[in-house]
C-alpha cells in the first residue's frame, strides 16, 4: 500500500500568505506582496519575475507569454522544389520565441505561435495588470518551440518530406501581453 497522498498549502516565499492555486497553474503573483512565484515540481516554489507590457490596459486582463531567445537549426529533405535557401536565411540568426503560457486550443498556438516568431511584440515595460492563469510550465517550452518551427517550414511552398528540427532555447521570462 502506498503512502498517503499530502496536500501541502503553497504560501508566498516573501510574505507567507497563502496563494489561491488552481489546478494546472504553475506560476502566480502574490496579491499581497506582489511577489512572483514559480512552482517547480521538484524544487517547490521559486521566485519569479514577472513582466507587464507597457501596452496593456490597466483596467484589462493580459495574457501571460514565455519569451526566450532561441537558435534554430534544421534539415530539410524535400520531395520536389527548394526553399531550403530561405529557411536557411530565416533561421541563421537567433529568434525570439514567444509562446502562450495560459490554456490556449491547438488553432491558437498554430496561429499565433508563427505570427509570434515572426514579427516579436514590442517589449516595453509597464504597469502590473491582471492576467490569466499560467498553465504552461517553462520546461515544456521547448517542444512549443520545435512546433511553432514546424508548423512554419510546413507553410512552405516545397514538398517537404521530413524535416529535422532543433532548437537551442534560452531562460524563459514571463512578460503580460495584450
Not at 518551440?145 to 521530413?162: G, H, T, W, Y
Request: glycine letters at 6%.
Amino acid at each position: 500500500m502506498g503512502a498517503p497522498i499530502e496536500l501541502i498549502p503553497l504560501l508566498c516565499i516573501k510574505c507567507a500568505s497563502p496563494l489561491p492555486a488552481q489546478p494546472d497553474e504553475v506560476a502566480w503573483v502574490c496579491e499581497r506582496c506582489g511577489q512572483g512565484l514559480l512552482l517547480d515540481e521538484s524544487k517547490g516554489l521559486l521566485p519569479l519575475q514577472v513582466h507587464y507590457a507597457a501596452s496593456l490596459p490597466q483596467d484589462g486582463t493580459g495574457r501571460p507569454f514565455w519569451v526566450a531567445d532561441g537558435q534554430v537549426s534544421l534539415q530539410r529533405e524535400l520531395f520536389s522544389g527548394n526553399k531550403s535557401a530561405e529557411a536557411q536565411l530565416l533561421w541563421a540568426q537567433p529568434r525570439r520565441f514567444t509562446i502562450p503560457a495560459y490554456t490556449c486550443t491547438l488553432d491558437v498556438l498554430l496561429r499565433d505561435g508563427p505570427q509570434l516568431l515572426l514579427k516579436p511584440p514590442a517589449l516595453q515595460p509597464g504597469p502590473a495588470v491582471k492576467f490569466q492563469p499560467v498553465t504552461l510550465s517553462p520546461a515544456d517550452i521547448q517542444a512549443l518551440a520545435e512546433f511553432i518551427v514546424v508548423a512554419i517550414e510546413a507553410e512552405r511552398s516545397d514538398m517537404l518530406k521530413q524535416i529535422v528540427v532543433s532548437v537551442k532555447i534560452g531562460e524563459p521570462v514571463l512578460w503580460i501581453l495584450p
